[in-house]
């Protein structure tokens, strides 16, 4: 699914989070938004879900306007994953299908086999506080995928974890969804994150976000430490880092 991103503006009452913003996402696309903390990454991140109607501007996916939420054609992962405690990992999976009447049997097979794809298949039974943070993101990748739509938001989604893991699991997820054939847009502010997974990356300014560059990543992505990897690093520091106009 394309997601096109035109001249989106978004506000909180005087406050202005994002000005002009536009970029597309093509079809089984990975895309990430990286910028300062606090820039209005997911604000915009929320715009394309639905979830904060645009101050001016349009959001389309496949031509059609983005007037709210469409779970059906977009999933997300927040950063505090919002697992349900109280349920085991199998049944946090289950909740998209529960949500849609897939009855108790096929839930459970496709719960299991979403886990196996995961990698969890022996933590079905375990409840989320049992589980590794890593452990837990899985989970909620897994739910994501339960929602079977095209399009994957994921604002942050290894933002707890440390460094090494989060390359770990994102790598993992990334072939995972290409796999799947998903579209993704990716919320991060780790410059390293996103330079090795993303197809293209969206460079916004200090709030309000504005885009500075959109960067595509080399084909085939550059491995970690390799002298391209550096190359894109670098570039991206001196993007995020470079002093604003006054
Ligand atoms: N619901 C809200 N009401 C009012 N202001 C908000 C709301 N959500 C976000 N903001 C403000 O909008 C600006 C952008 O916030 P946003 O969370 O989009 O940034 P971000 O780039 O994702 O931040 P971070 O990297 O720290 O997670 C911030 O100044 C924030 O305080």
Same mark, same amino acid.
């Given at each position: 699914m394309r997601i096109a991103v035109s001249d989106l503006d978004l506000r909180y009452g005087d406050l202005i989070a994002a000005r002009k913003i536009t970029f597309d996402v093509r079809p089984g696309e990975f895309v990430s938004l990286i910028g300062p903390s606090g820039c209005g990454k997911s604000s915009v991140l929320r715009a394309l879900g639905g979830l904060q109607p645009p101050s001016g501007g349009e959001i389309t996916i496949d031509g059609d %306007?983005?007037?709210?939420?469409?779970?059906?054609?977009?999933?997300?992962? =927040?950063?505090?994953?919002? #697992? =349900?405690?109280? %349920?085991?990992?199998?049944?946090?999976? !289950?909740?998209?299908? *529960? #949500?849609?009447?897939?009855?108790?049997?096929? %839930?459970? !097979?496709?719960? *299991?086999?979403?886990?196996?794809?995961?990698?969890?298949?022996?933590?079905?039974?375990?409840?989320?506080?049992? #589980?590794?943070?890593?452990?837990?993101? %899985?989970?909620?990748?897994?739910?994501? #995928?339960?929602?079977d739509a095209g399009i994957l938001l994921l604002d942050e989604p290894f933002a707890a974890l440390d460094e090494q893991t989060r390359l770990r699991l994102g790598g993992e997820l990334r072939r995972l969804l290409e796999e799947e054939g998903k579209t993704v847009v990716f919320v991060t502010h780790s410059l390293q994150e996103a330079a090795y997974l993303s197809d293209r990356i969206v460079v916004l300014s200090p709030r309000p976000a504005t885009v500075k560059e959109v960067i595509t990543v080399p084909s085939p992505r550059p491995e970690v430490g390799s002298a391209e990897f550096h190359r894109l690093h670098a570039h991206l520091t001196d993007l995020l880092f470079a002093a604003e106009p006054a």
């Open positions: %306007r983005v007037r709210g939420p469409q779970p059906t054609r977009m999933a997300y992962v =927040f950063q505090d994953l919002a #697992l =349900f405690p109280w %349920r085991t990992a199998r049944r946090n999976v !289950e909740v998209p299908l *529960e #949500l849609r009447g897939v009855p108790r049997k096929q %839930r459970r !097979e496709r719960a *299991e086999q979403l886990l196996a794809r995961v990698g969890l298949t022996d933590a079905a039974d375990q409840h989320p506080a049992q #589980l590794s943070g890593g452990m837990r993101q %899985r989970v909620a990748i897994a739910r994501a #995928l339960a929602c």
